[in-house]
């Protein structure tokens, strides 16, 4: 592949890829700056492997992966260490949840769901970031986060009931 192909391959990709992209970065790092940062480090390494890319799996899961790895490399990184975490996701939460649990939820404050998603621990989280908000299948999510997938169905139910429970004692405490 030329530097032309390259190139317009590249175009094409940051155009249809990178706000989901950049949205699935925030949903790791939960900053804006740093999560357009990371995509652009994901279309440099796609740009740098784009020869070698070998066509076995999808475009989009493989740019998926690398922004997971980028992401999980950052969040281990000293400077992720040294800065503080600014905003959470904007109006995201309630597009999360599947829309039959979405009626029950709807009375609560943004900022409270955004808080109960985000409270939840990263292997759970990131789980229903890609199913409920990316629309990903479980098998696509296997692919992305390199795992079985019925660890998949198994985080997705656990996400489920943690976030059921956690909204209960919410209610019960009258937030």
């Known amino acids: 592949m030329d530097r032309e192909e390259k190139d317009y391959v590249l175009e094409k990709i940051m155009i249809q890829y990178g706000n989901e992209l950049v949205r699935l970065a925030f949903s790791y790092v939960k900053d804006a700056e740093s999560a357009q940062d990371l995509v652009q480090n994901t279309f440099i390494k796609c740009y740098k492997h784009l020869d070698s890319y070998r066509y076995d799996a999808q475009i989009k899961t493989w740019l998926y992966r690398i ?9 281990k990184s000293w400077n992720y260490k040294m800065v503080q975490v600014k905003s959470f996701v904007n109006e995201t939460a ?8 979405k009626t029950v939820i709807d009375k609560y404050n943004n900022d409270e769901i955004k808080d ?4 939840l621990p990263k292997v759970y989280r990131e789980v229903v970031y890609l199913y409920y908000y990316d629309s990903l299948k479980t ?7 390199d795992i079985p997938v019925n660890t998949v169905n198994t985080r997705l139910r656990r996400a489920k009931h943690r976030l059921e429970s956690m909204i209960k004692e919410a209610d019960l405490s009258g937030r």
């Open 67 to 75: 922004t997971i790895n980028e992401c999980k490399d950052y969040l």
């Open 94 to 101: 309630k597009s999360i949840l599947p829309s039959t649990e």
């Open 139 to 145: 098998e696509e999510i296997s692919e992305v986060l």
């Open 116 to 119: 109960t998603i985000f409270s």
